[in-house]
């Protein structure tokens, strides 16, 4: 099972894949230098300074780690947890950039979950163009699989109004608002994941 993580640059991913791996209970990781090793002490800070950065698109190495997910008494599942590259609003450049966002797409299509992140910080209020690719992401992702769109940066969100925004557009129950910094709204997002499987066939 593998929920895929999409989104534009810089809402905040590679540091929810991260720190959610590091809350559910991280068991393994694919890609960079860390091979598959599970990180010890100072592994995860260093996978931060390796895929976290402001400079969107800077890391195309693909990133994803096992977790494990308590579902009741069937005890633990496991979980991958899949990055992709962020999709640009105004044209993906020629190169490994476009070659990297196909690659993100393509493994959209093998989700059995796709958390979609959108940045609701105050200096990411988006251009029209910005909100399209968001608007065409989710009807792309709920065609694929249940989907949810976690509406990131939340603790910056002062006042609410972005997330309100987001739940107009998408509905209420389609949005989660989430920190992958601070970790707000973590426990929301893992009920999501039980909730989901206990209605999977067995
Ligand atoms: N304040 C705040 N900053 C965050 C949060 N999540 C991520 N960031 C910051 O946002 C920037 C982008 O984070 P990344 O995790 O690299 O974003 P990404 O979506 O993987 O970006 P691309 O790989 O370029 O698509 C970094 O500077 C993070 O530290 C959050 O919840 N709150
Ligand atoms: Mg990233």
Redesign the pocket.
Known sequence: MEAV?V???????????INFADYLGLRGLEGGAAGHRRPRGGGLSEL?RK?????????REPLAATVSLSAGPAGGISLVLR????IPAHGVPEGEIRRAVAQGLAQLLQATFIFH?I?V?PHAVPTPAEEAVDRELHLLAQQIAPSLILA?????DLGGSRVRRLKELYGPTSVLP?????R?GFRDVKHWLVEQLALEPP
């Open positions: 993580l989104g534009r640059p810089n809402a905040g991913k590679s540091l929810f894949l931060r895929f976290v950065s402001p400079v969107p698109n800077r890391v990055d992709t590259v962020g992140l940045d910080s990131n940066k939340a603790e910056a989430v920190s992958a910094l601070t707000l």
